[in-house]
């Protein structure tokens, strides 16, 4: 969990993950959205951004996080 605290770790969620359980374990920093897009296989996610902010138990602040604050972070530290 220090780990997490540090934002020394991130973790890929998908849409189809519990995030909300996610979010309450490691917190809201940590998670960044995961897709395989433009990969035309199986696992490419076309309408990710629409599937992570749909979930309404999940606060908005999260999810703008997970979509684009978190990714920002990871790849440009």
Known sequence: MEY???GRV????????????????????SLAAASDYPHADPSKEESLVDSIL???????KAREKILFENPK???NP
């Open 73 to 75: 972070r990871l790849y």
């Open 4 to 6: 997490f605290r540090e």
């Open 54 to 60: 749909k979930p309404e138990d999940l606060s908005m």
């Open 10 to 29: 991130f973790v890929g969620c998908e849409t189809d993950e519990d995030l909300k359980y996610v979010v309450d374990l490691i917190g809201e920093d």
